[in-house]
């Protein structure tokens, strides 16, 4: 399971840029492209399996899906805001937590 802050800050930009899709999101999320679209891919289909994400355009010709907050995504976007809320992240944040927590390890 994800920390919160990390949900929060993949739904912020989601919010943020939506319709949103997986390119879209792993160009906001990191700087290696090739682990950012794996991070990216495996944060969206997450969100979509629990409903928080809902799939809102496919490209015929491209394949390439576009998603949006659900509703359900929506409140739990504003309760994460409200609670832990109030700062803004760095685009490279949550890889940088990541690598700290695995180094104490």
Known sequence: MPDVLDVL??????????????Y???????????YATTSAF????????LG??????????SGRKEYML????????SVLEE???GRPFKVSEIYEIRRR?????
């Open 70 to 77: 659900s509703e359900k995504g929506e409140r739990l976007y």
């Open 9 to 22: 800050k993949v739904l912020r930009l989601i919010r943020e840029n939506q319709p949103i899709h997986t």
């Open 83 to 85: 609670v832990w809320g």
């Open 101 to 105: 927590n695995v180094q104490k390890k």
């Open 42 to 49: 495996r944060w969206i289909h997450y969100l979509e399996e």
């Open 24 to 34: 879209g999101l792993a160009v906001f999320l990191g700087k290696k492209p090739v």
């Open 52 to 61: 928080v994400l809902k799939l809102v355009r496919v490209d015929e010709r």
